[in-house]
């Protein structure tokens, strides 16, 4: 892993020591959606997530998986979700071993992710779609139709107060899910700063601002960040120190007032500090590892960040592998 610190501080709200960068699972990666291994019950806390330097720093997802969004809890298990039919993948952090959650179906996608502390897994499903799932047995627990199935992309999705909210890469709205079994969706047309640019995509990943009142929404195309007031769907531009963009950028993950932005493509997360009111980003380091090969998304378990390849520029076959991995924060 390199990582790069342009600035002498490196803000982060935890001093848990590193874990080992001794990768384990040398052996092929897992084949078919049928090969499944089962992970054991068990918990464990952000201060025990080093496993004793022995957890392992990459994992292998079934062959053909196309896997985009990694969720994760208080407990130590990864859920990732398929590009290809909408399967859901659990790893077990501690060992690497992983099953296949929910077998997914022809016309399903899975693309972000968020894991809710009542155990329903919020997943975006790229045609207007969000469904929620038990993450204990996968089973769908409900089906959200959010937009018309073409012409839009629902992305990714972050939980804020009392709702899921995804982003459409492909239309200048947020859509706010009812978190629980029932309520009525919201739909947030984005104003203000938001220029939403055709045939490309635009809204992606989104986390909610420090103090909880705002999302930040990561805007892949020209790549800027933007704090969305929740109210009335005004966005502010996020002033960047330190870089000029974050061109291709992907999955948001915040921890305090610390920013990591995947820009996916260049194989780099960019690690920004907020001010106050989450309106300048300054640019206090990057994260490149050898291991990356288009990470998308990240999900934090301890201090490591675990994030999936997705692979884009290599042939989406039924026999591409693929895997995650893990950096030390």
Wanted: proline letters at 6%.
């Amino acid at each position: 892993m390199t990582r790069s610190h342009p600035h002498p501080h490196h803000p982060h709200a935890h001093s848990l020591p590193h874990p080992s960068r001794r990768a384990l699972l040398g052996g092929a990666a897992l084949t078919a959606f049928a090969v499944a291994t089962g992970a054991g019950a068990g918990t464990a806390n952000a201060a025990t997530a080093t496993g004793g330097g022995t957890w392992p720093t990459e994992f292998p997802l079934p062959d053909g998986f196309l896997p985009e969004g990694i969720a994760i809890g208080r407990k130590p298990y990864a859920y990732m979700g398929s590009r290809a039919n909408g399967a859901l993948f659990r790893t077990d952090l501690r060992t690497g071993e992983g099953r296949i959650l929910f077998a997914g179906g022809t016309g399903l996608v899975a693309v972000g992710l968020k894991l809710d502390h009542d155990g329903l897994l919020y997943v975006a499903g790229n045609t207007g779609v969000a469904r929620t799932h038990d993450s204990r047995t996968g089973e769908v627990v409900a089906t959200h139709q959010l937009t018309e199935p073409t012409g839009h992309f629902i992305n990714d999705v972050t939980l804020l107060g009392d709702r899921a909210w995804f982003t459409d890469s492909r239309a200048a709205a947020l859509y706010g899910v009812p978190r629980g079994r029932a309520g009525t969706v919201r739909t947030l047309p984005l104003t203000g700063d938001w220029v939403q640019l055709p045939d490309v995509n635009n809204a992606n990943g989104v986390v909610g601002t420090p103090d909880g009142r705002a999302l930040i929404v990561v805007k892949s195309t020209p790549g800027e960040l933007h704090n969305v007031n929740l109210r009335t769907g005004h966005t502010t531009k996020i002033t960047l120190v330190g870089a000029a963009d974050v061109v291709n950028g992907d999955g948001l993950f915040r921890t305090g007032r610390t920013l990591y932005v995947v820009q996916n493509r260049l194989n780099l997360i960019s690690v920004f500090h907020l001010d106050a009111k989450a309106t300048t980003a300054t640019l206090t380091g990057t994260i490149t590892d050898p291991r990356f090969d288009i990470p998308t998304t990240a999900a934090r378990f301890g201090n490591r960040l675990y994030l999936v390849n997705a692979r884009f520029t290599s042939p989406q076959t039924p026999e591409t592998t693929f895997t995650g991995v893990a950096v030390p924060i």
